[in-house]
């Protein structure tokens, strides 16, 4: 019995190394929190954060009589919409890495194309393919993620079967 007593003891100790040894776990906590609050967040700013914008829209659409750019051209926005964020493996060797995407589509219309939403989710599924074929080096480089942009814009498209977005914003770029 008193041997049993001093056993547990001892893997106690084992168990506080363990503990101690490793802030793994805590960083993964730490990163999952924050990608839940930040995705919270921009949920509750994609459902109510537009509605202050309704005075803007209406000032643009009084615009077009002799709305110009200071460059003399039209400004011509078209609709943004944006996509819940993606987080995927990076294809580096050691798998160790990942990325945390938030993105916007801007469309070439004023509105959302309704072809979008009835192939959101093959758009997503590309995304993610596309995200996880990269490595930390090739999306490190604001060069890097200018090639990344044009390749969300070009596999969407194609998703589309049409040209219907013409940029790609990123409102958030993690790798870690």
């Not at 999952?32 to 000032?59: I, N, R």
């Amino acid at each position: 019995m008193a041997e049993e007593k001093a056993q547990p003891a001892a893997g106690g100790g084992e168990g506080a190394e363990k503990k101690g040894g490793s802030k793994l776990p805590l960083l993964v906590g730490v990163v999952v929190a924050v990608l839940v609050l930040g995705g919270g967040g921009a949920w509750w700013f994609g459902l109510f954060g537009h509605k202050g914008g309704d005075a803007a829209e209406a000032k643009e659409h009084a615009e077009p009589a002799g709305g110009e750019g200071e460059a003399g051209h039209p400004a011509d926005v078209g609709a943004l919409a944006p996509l819940d964020p993606f987080i995927a493996n990076l294809s580096d060797e050691d798998g160790r890495r990942y990325v945390k995407a938030t993105l916007q589509l801007e469309f070439t219309k004023s509105t959302v194309p309704p072809e979008f939403n009835a192939r959101l989710p093959q758009i997503r599924d590309l995304l993610v393919t596309l995200l996880s074929s990269k490595t930390f080096a090739e999306v490190r480089t604001p060069q890097g993620k200018a090639v990344l942009r044009d390749e969300i814009v070009s596999r969407v498209n194609h998703a589309l079967r049409q040209d219907l977005v013409k940029a790609v914003y990123f409102t958030e770029f993690i790798v870690q």
